[in-house]
């Protein structure tokens, strides 16, 4: 793969130090510092020319550089205002960069409409819109989950994230890992670890392993469903993972105020009023989530 170098940990250093700037563990502020791990984070979104790619966690600009030598277009976003004065002097004269100073979130439940017209304003110029980046830990969570439900018709997302993070966004009903995650990731498309990642391709460490994961949404996923009432019937589920279904539609139709019978309901949906909520299936949640309203 040809193009712009990765930055190295020296030259990350240097930047950051020349910067007066001290990397933010809270903020999940742990800068790729392995070149061939960049250019795979790169190949796996299999960007290209007819592209549009949005970045969150811009960092220092090394990711957006090689990803806009490979897209038609990069639209990327970083919290941190001197990183962003550190970005912005890197990706200077990349044309087809668009920086943005901002916090991708507008609360738990809401990616910022800023950026949403951001993405939309520019979709329509391209053939594809992705999501490629090395997700800053603090909002890896909330932001997916947003993006799965969002507006924006991603073709692909490609990111790195926590290996747990990962391996409940894959879990299978009925494992420790299974959770509300895994429902939004399977009902929305498909996901697939690539490779983990050690801590030692990153600056500074992280104190846990990352993983980069490939997920593939569905573009149909959300036709004549209610999807406010699945993330809150789905989301009660999860709270209450260890009772038994019964109890769990019990519950949540006393408290919508909802006047029904739960044996009937899980009777005529085929599920046994015994099992656990963390046994459900995705389809079973989602099913549940549109009967029970």
Do not use: C
Request: no cysteine.
């Amino acid at each position: 793969m040809s193009g712009p170098a990765p930055q190295t940990k020296r030259e990350i250093v240097h930047l950051l130090q020349t910067a007066h700037f001290r990397p933010n563990r809270r903020r999940g502020q742990n800068f790729l510092i392995d070149g061939n791990l960049m250019r795979l984070v790169v190949e796996a979104g299999e960007v290209g020319p007819h592209d549009l790619v949005f970045e969150v966690g811009t960092g220092t600009g090394s990711l957006s550089r090689m990803l806009a030598d490979a897209a038609g277009e990069v639209l990327t976003v970083e919290l941190d205002s001197v990183l962003a004065g550190i970005a912005a002097e890197v990706l200077h004269g990349i044309a087809n960069v668009t920086l943005i100073h901002a916090d991708v979130l507008a609360g738990k439940h809401h990616v910022n409409p800023e950026l949403l017209g951001q993405l939309d304003a520019r979709a329509t110029a391209w053939s594809q819109t992705k999501l490629v980046a090395n997700l800053p830990y603090a909002v890896a969570a909330p932001l997916l989950i947003n993006l799965m439900f969002g507006e924006v018709a991603f073709e692909r997302m490609v990111f790195t994230v926590q290996q747990e993070f990962a391996e409940r966004l894959t879990a299978e009903p009925g494992t420790r890992k299974y959770g509300w995650v895994s429902v939004v990731a399977a009902i929305s498309g498909s996901s697939r670890i690539l490779r983990h990642i050690p801590p030692t391709a990153f600056w500074p460490e992280p104190e846990v392993d990352s993983s980069l994961v490939d997920f593939r949404p569905r573009d149909d996923w959300k036709n004549n469903l209610d999807v406010g009432h699945l993330r809150a019937f789905g989301t009660f589920v999860f709270q209450q993972r260890r009772k038994t279904v019964l109890r769990i539609v019990r519950e949540y139709a006393k408290r919508v105020g909802l006047s029904l019978s739960p044996q009937r309901i899980l009777e005529a949906s085929g599920i046994n009023v015994k099992t656990r909520g963390d046994q459900l299936t995705p389809q079973e949640v989602l099913h549940l989530s549109q009967t029970i309203r």
